[in-house]
Nanobody, 124 residues
Framework: QLQASGGGLVQAGGSLRLSCADPGRSFSGAAMGWFRQAPGKEREFVASISASGSRTKVVDSVKGRFTISRDKAKNMMYLQMNGLKLEDTAVYFC???????????????????WGQGTLVTVSS
């Protein structure tokens, strides 16, 4: 249901924009989020956005560099990543909460719906 894209290889300091498509319009009434999993590490929260798009939450390690947004008219969610660092290398996943769960949250257990990952590799 959720389709993540936009990953790739980028040099440190560069930018990428990840996209998450919701073709079924299943999450227009739900909060959504981005998570990532680096090799050998557990999946971690990156950013989340409320159903309306008016509130966001980001992990401290990406504050000031990453911006989460959503375009409800296009049924899309984005993660703009600037100032990429080597430690941002990971597979990035988009996720959605159940309909009616409108509040953004960092808890992965609150997201029952996940897209496939998109790989972001930051090189020196």
């Amino acid at each position: 249901q959720l389709q993540a894209s936009g990953g790739g290889l980028v040099q440190a300091g560069g930018s990428l924009r990840l996209s998450c498509a919701d073709p079924g319009r299943s999450f227009s009434g739900a909060a959504m989020g981005w998570f990532r999993q680096a090799p050998g590490k557990e999946r971690e929260f990156v950013a989340s956005i409320s159903a309306s798009g008016s509130r966001t939450k980001v992990v401290d390690s990406v504050k000031g560099r990453f911006t989460i947004s959503r375009d409800k008219a296009k049924n899309m969610m984005y993660l703009q990543m600037n100032g990429l660092k080597l430690e941002d290398t990971a597979v990035y996943f988009c996720a959605g909460r159940r309909w009616g769960r409108t509040v953004e949250t960092a808890a992965p257990d609150e997201y029952p719906f996940w897209g496939q990952g998109t790989l972001v590799t930051v090189s020196s």
